[in-house]
């Protein structure tokens, strides 16, 4: 699986969107990139995930630039709750592939009152 | 429809003995991963079973196994702990054994070896 590059931490004001970055300019055609986000003391917790079309769903936005290289998460009005790290996962999808998730170091997001 | 569970949520142990952690999956859930997370690193994948099966293994020694019942619940043994074992481990379920299936995280297992 490509390897995937995110800064180490960011900040966000309530209410405001966060936008994490993900670099993964390895992906194959047949890879997906996914996130999961880990609240403290929690196991992670799958948010999105998406081919090359941008994603929507109830918790966040998925942009995929139209290379493929990178994408970004958008939490469009973060609260205090949505701190936690961040962590973006390049991912072959398909019946045939075990379903191992490959985590690097994440993006440690705070959102801040 | 319950989640996953995890059982013990802190444990002690010392050097050289032996631990067993244990996983339920959640409800109609047939895999089960394992994964290990060193404090301020990603969880690492383990192992994954499948139907009583191991399939799929990470870069672990062999003093790490592990067990999956009928009932599709899960134990992680290590063996001769080591004090680099001392981490959380975390047990996810999901559907099918392949990456079309989502996987569900436990809250983890705290081991501490001293």
């Known amino acids: 699986d490509a390897k995937t590059t995110q800064p180490p931490s960011m900040d966000c004001a309530e209410g405001r969107a966060a936008n994490l970055p993900c670099n993964h300019s390895?992906?194959?055609?047949?890879?997906?990139v996914y996130w999961y986000r880990q609240i403290h003391s929690q196991g992670p917790q799958y948010i999105i995930h998406g081919l090359k079309n941008n994603e929507t769903n109830e918790m966040a936005s998925l942009i995929i630039t139209e290379d493929r290289k990178s994408s970004t998460l958008i939490l469009p009005h973060a609260t205090l709750r949505d701190t936690a790290v961040y962590y973006c996962i390049v991912r072959s999808y398909g019946s045939s592939n075990t379903g191992k998730l490959i985590f690097g170091q994440g993006t440690t997001l705070q959102v801040k009152p | 429809e319950t989640g996953v569970t995890q059982s013990p949520t802190h444990l002690i142990k010392t050097r050289g003995q032996q631990v067993t952690l244990r996983c339920s999956s959640q409800s109609g859930h047939n895999t089960v991963s394992w994964y290990q997370q060193a404090l301020g690193q990603g969880p690492q994948f383990i192992f994954q079973y499948y139907r009583e099966e191991e399939n799929g293994r990470g870069n672990f020694p062999p003093r790490f196994s592990g067990l999956q019942f009928p009932n599709y619940s899960s134990e992680l043994n290590v063996n001769a702990l080591e004090l680099d074992d001392s981490a959380l481990y975390l047990c996810?379920?999901?559907?099918?054994?392949?990456?079309?299936?989502?996987?569900?995280f436990g809250p983890g297992t705290r081991l501490t070896v001293t």
């Open positions: 390895t992906i194959s055609g047949n890879e997906y």
């Open positions: 996810a379920s999901s559907l099918g054994q392949s990456s079309l299936y989502e996987q569900y």
